[in-house]
C-alpha cells in the first residue's frame, strides 16, 4: 500500500497561485491529483503517467494546472495559476494501476477513472475568493 501526504493548500483570492506538494512511499504506474467540493463527485484535475510523464488534464484545467513528478523524490507536484472560486476543493493526491484512456483520439495509459486509484491521501484545501 502507498502511503501518500499532500501540503501546501491554502486560501487565495481569484487569479492567484498555489503550489501544492503530495510525498508518497513507492512510485506506482499512475500518479494524479483529484479534487472534491462539498456535494459534488471527486474529479481529476491531472493525471500522471510515471513511465513518460505524459499527463491528461481535463478542459476545466487545461492550461492553468501543472503537474509534474520527482521520482527519485518520490514526490508529486501540482502548479495552480490563474485559479477561481470553482477551484475551491479538497485536494487529493493518488497512486492507481495503469489502465486504457481515450479522451477524444488522445490515448492515455492513466486516465480520470477514479476506480482505478487504489491509494490516497488525506487532502489539503484549497479555497479561492472572487
Known amino acids: 500500500q502507498v502511503q501518500l501526504v499532500e501540503s501546501g493548500g491554502g486560501s487565495v483570492q481569484a487569479g492567484g497561485s498555489l503550489s501544492l506538494s503530495c510525498v508518497y512511499t513507492?512510485?506506482?504506474?499512475?500518479m494524479g491529483w483529484f479534487r472534491q467540493a462539498p456535494g459534488k463527485e471527486r474529479e481529476a484535475v491531472a493525471v500522471?503517467?510515471?513511465?513518460?510523464?505524459?499527463?491528461y488534464y481535463p478542459d476545466s484545467t487545461k492550461g492553468r494546472f501543472l503537474a509534474h513528478q520527482n521520482r527519485a523524490k518520490k514526490t508529486l507536484y501540482l502548479q495552480m495559476d490563474d485559479l477561481k472560486p470553482e477551484d475551491t476543493a479538497l485536494y487529493f493526491c493518488?497512486?492507481?494501476?495503469?489502465?486504457?484512456?481515450?479522451?477524444?483520439?488522445?490515448?492515455?495509459?492513466?486516465?480520470?477513472?477514479?476506480?482505478?486509484?487504489?491509494?490516497w491521501g488525506q487532502g489539503t484545501q484549497v479555497t479561492v475568493s472572487s
Open positions: 493518488a497512486a492507481g494501476r495503469s489502465h486504457t484512456y481515450y479522451s477524444g483520439s488522445d490515448y492515455y495509459q492513466c486516465g480520470p477513472r477514479i476506480t482505478e486509484y487504489t491509494d
Open positions: 500522471r503517467t510515471t513511465n513518460s510523464g505524459r499527463t
Open positions: 513507492e512510485n506506482r504506474a499512475c
